[in-house]
């Protein structure tokens, strides 16, 4: 049949033989003529070295690339772990220096109150902020006072700044100061400049004292500073309430009125002093005893 080959062509005894013949001829040439069968061999090896070199450089450079990705990879794992680290201890000292500026901003507040301190005249405790009250029906703080350290009712509360209020409840370790801004406080206070005496009290549900009762002659003007008059209360003279805002006369008003902002911003405070000097006793009760009475104010001829 046409284009099928014949097994006894292929594999017969002449096609054998031609094998056997060339080879022979091929080891004769390589025994006697090894310079020509080096140079055939060569230029036979050649190409087939270039065929085969060709897939080679590229597995050389498949293996180059992969070595290659697999250290940054390695490195980049090293650099994330340690970026890791660098922003945890970021952390940790941005904690610490948090801390440490909490410390300096306490340590200048009570160096402050230790300055004010050596001024005032009366002896006085240094205490905390520990607590604020949250309901409209008194403005006031908790202190970390109280009755073992000689903390008594109508004690004045102070920081450097001015007056915050008054001891209005302790207990054996607290104590409960009614502020100044509170209507439930009334602190006697005189104008600093025509020394003018009135009554300072709080304004419900703002941040601002005002104060009755000024003569109707008084020059009080804005600006003008008010300060305690040390008569009752708890507090010695000349201690800072505040600064007038706004002077107030009707026309059929008997006393001036001042607005006054208070010079102690109660709503940041997280120190204060308290003054060991409460009303004194026989002045209590000299102003508890009826008028005319033994005893009191006054007496009847």
């Known amino acids: 049949m046409i284009g099928r080959l014949r097994p006894g062509i292929v594999g017969g005894p ?37 065929a085969v070199a060709i897939p080679l ?48 901003q306490a340590a200048q507040r009570l160096a402050a109150l230790l300055r004010f301190r050596e ?10 902020v520990i607590g604020r009250n949250a309901s409209n029906w008194y403005q006031a703080l908790i202190l970390d006072k109280g009755q073992n350290d000689g903390v ?20 054996a370790s607290t104590s409960i100061v009614l502020l100044i801004t509170d209507p439930n406080l009334a602190v006697p ?34 600006g003008d500073m008010v300060v305690t008059s040390g008569l009752t209360g708890g507090f010695p003279r000349g201690l800072l309430i505040g600064e007038v805002l706004k002077v107030e006369k009707g026309p059929g008003d008997l006393f001036q009125t001042a607005w006054v902002v208070p010079s102690v911003d109660v709503q940041t ?10 009303r004194p006793q026989e002045v209590r009760e000299m102003l508890e005893t009826p008028l005319g009475s033994p005893g009191g104010m006054m007496t009847s001829p």
Do not use: C
């Open 14 to 50: 002449n096609v054998r033989r031609f094998i056997i013949v060339v080879l022979t001829i091929a080891v004769l040439v390589m025994v006697f003529l090894p310079r020509t069968a080096h140079l055939v061999l060569q230029g036979i090896g050649q190409p087939f070295a270039e």
């Open 57 to 104: 450089k590229g597995l050389a450079s498949l293996d180059y690339a992969v070595r290659e990705w697999w250290n940054h990879y390695v490195a980049l794992q090293g650099i994330y772990e340690r970026n890791r680290q660098l922003r945890q201890q970021i952390q940790i000292l941005q904690g610490e220096l948090n801390r440490y500026r909490e410390q300096a």
């Open 119 to 128: 001024h005032v005249p009366v002896p006085t405790v240094a205490a905390r």
């Open 152 to 171: 008594e009712k109508e004690m004045g509360v102070v920081t450097p700044a001015g007056i915050v209020g008054q001891i209005v409840k302790t207990t």
């Open 189 to 222: 206070a005189v104008i600093q400049r025509t020394r003018d005496e009135g009554l300072v009290q709080g304004i419900a549900h703002e941040q601002k004292v005002r104060m009755k009762y000024i003569p109707p002659l008084s020059a009080v003007k804005v």
């Open 269 to 278: 405070l997280e120190e204060v002093l308290i003054i060991l000097q409460a």
